[in-house]
Nanobody, 116 residues
Framework: QVQLVESGGGLVQTGGSLRLSCAAS????????MGWYRQAPGKQRDMVAT???????NYADSVKGRFTISRDNAKNTVYLQMNSLKPEDTAVYYC??????????WGQGTQVTVSS
């Protein structure tokens, strides 16, 4: 299976920036979709951004224009650049991997806290 390890979370003030990284290891299929999801206390886990192996991207409306997802296939790493952060962005951010035959993995999560 694919293992995912996130890093880069932390505490930042409103308007600040953070860059999350997710390193994948294991049996990685060439054609896959990776993404970032977030979950705040008492709320469901929602998609933030996804990126395919062909670099096609999708974003939640709430982060469009502020967040950028990217990937480096040579390093098996996906990134999430978060700019103009707001308190509503506070959540645990999870890296996600999805490939063929229902192959799916989740990272352990990294906390992002935006203070007002």
């Amino acid at each position: 299976q694919v293992q995912l390890v996130e890093s880069g979370g932390g505490l930042v003030q409103t308007g600040g920036s953070l860059r999350l990284s997710c390193a994948a290891s294991g049996s990685i299929f060439r054609f896959n979709v990776m993404g970032w999801y977030r979950q705040a206390p008492g709320k469901q886990r929602d998609m933030v951004a996804t990126i395919g192996s062909g670099f096609d991207t999708n974003y939640a409306d709430s982060v469009k224009g502020r967040f950028t997802i990217s990937r480096d296939n040579a390093k098996n790493t996906v990134y999430l650049q978060m700019n103009s952060l707001k308190p509503e962005d506070t959540a645990v951010y999870y890296c996600h991997y999805k490939a063929r035959l229902l192959q799916e993995s989740w990272g352990q999560g990294t906390q992002v806290t935006v203070s007002s």
